[in-house]
Nanobody
Framework: QVQLQESGPGLVKPSQTLSLTCTVS??????????WSWSRQPPGKGREWMGV???????YYSPSHKSRTTIARDTAKTTFSLHLSSVTPEDTDKCYC???????????????WGQGAQVAVSA
């Protein structure tokens, strides 16, 4: 059973970079033709896909997030991370990591989700 768990600071100041880590257990992030995605959900809105790092290390981002988003991985620790730069209060939301398909982008299949990490941007 694959499990994912997000971690990171719950409060970030405007203009800083938000960094979250997703720890994966029960599976590899380098095999299986799968992707490891980040999504966000602003208050009162639906979940929005931000980007993915594929099993081979390739990264893909949604057009609306590409300019400020970086997704990386640490294969030794079986983790992957989200870095969102120049945050503003409008970036206050809940971020989720997930294992997804990579054949189509945005992904059509979401197989496993983390519980989500609440992030607030405030001075």
């Amino acid at each position: 059973q694959v499990q994912l768990q997000e971690s990171g600071p719950g409060l970030v100041k405007p203009s800083q970079t938000l960094s979250l880590t997703c720890t994966v257990s029960g599976g590899s992030i380098t095999t299986g033709y799968r992707g490891w995605s980040w999504s966000r959900q602003p208050p009162g809105k639906g979940r929005e896909w931000m980007g993915v790092i594929a099993y081979d290390g390739s990264t893909y981002y949604s057009p609306s997030h590409k300019s400020r988003t970086t997704i990386a991985r640490d294969t030794a620790k079986t983790t992957f991370s989200l870095h969102l730069s120049s945050v503003t209060p409008e970036d206050t939301d809940k971020c989720y990591c997930a294992r997804t398909s990579v054949q189509d982008l945005p992904p059509k299949e979401y197989e496993y989700w983390g519980q989500g990490a609440q992030v607030a941007v405030s001075a």
